[in-house]
């Protein structure tokens, strides 16, 4: 398994930068190293390593960004608006506009370091700008196929899902321990959505005494 996403990751990487995301991407989720069937030398072991950081520095900010910002927006939006077109339009906004905006972000940060290449930066401007975009867009199912009051609670439930997963996972590969690490990322991401269903709630009751 290791050995065919490694060579797909190598041949890709000679046709479509897409691909070579979205290869390493599959790699990273399942736990497995990533190594190549072929004859490398250190500078091209070099580069791998350090396109695989870049890769995984763009894929760590997108899918916490894309969890966290849409379930704060959502359960804002809900709480202020109770309706479900509002809360459409706020994740559609955060999968185009956020999402250029967090790689821009890790663009001009990557930049600043001055330590990475050019090809560097923008696989991981692209890791971050292709994750928050599909994980913002993800949040979009519950809201067309349940009630909007439904649909909440289980774009809570998946966001919280996938965080603790990716959470234990970067623990384990960091040799920390994954309780501490996982509970660390939920209560920050509960602070959130508690935030702004209370601001949402503000929100609405001074709209109502208008």
């Given at each position: 398994m290791c050995i065919f996403c490694g060579n797909f990751l190598f041949f890709s990487y000679l046709s479509h930068p897409f691909f070579v995301y979205f290869a390493y991407f599959v790699v990273y989720l399942s736990g497995s190293p990533l190594t190549l069937d072929i004859d490398s030398t250190?500078?091209?072991?070099?580069?791998?390593?350090?396109?695989?950081?870049s890769l995984t520095t763009g894929i760590s900010f997108g899918l916490t960004s894309g969890i966290i910002t849409t379930?704060?927006?959502?359960?804002g939006l809900h709480a202020g608006t109770h309706s479900r077109l509002a809360v459409i339009g706020g994740i559609l906004t955060i999968a185009v506009a956020d999402a250029f905006s967090d790689a821009l972000g890790i663009h001009i940060s990557e930049e600043s370091?001055?330590?990475h290449t050019e090809k560097e930066i923008w696989i991981a401007t692209a890791a971050t700008f292709f994750t928050k975009f599909f994980f913002a867009l993800t949040f979009l199912i519950p809201v067309i196929l349940f009630e909007i009051q439904t649909a909440i609670i289980v774009s809570i439930a998946f966001g919280l899902t996938i965080l603790s997963l990716f959470s234990y996972r970067m623990a384990r590969s960091q040799k920390q321990p994954p309780c501490k690490v996982v509970c660390e990322h939920l209560l920050i991401a509960i602070l959130v959505i508690m935030v702004t269903h209370l601001v949402g709630d503000i929100f609405s009751s001074m709209i109502q005494n208008l």
């Open positions: 250190p500078n091209d072991c070099y580069k791998k390593s350090a396109m695989k950081d379930l704060g927006l959502i359960v370091e001055n330590v």
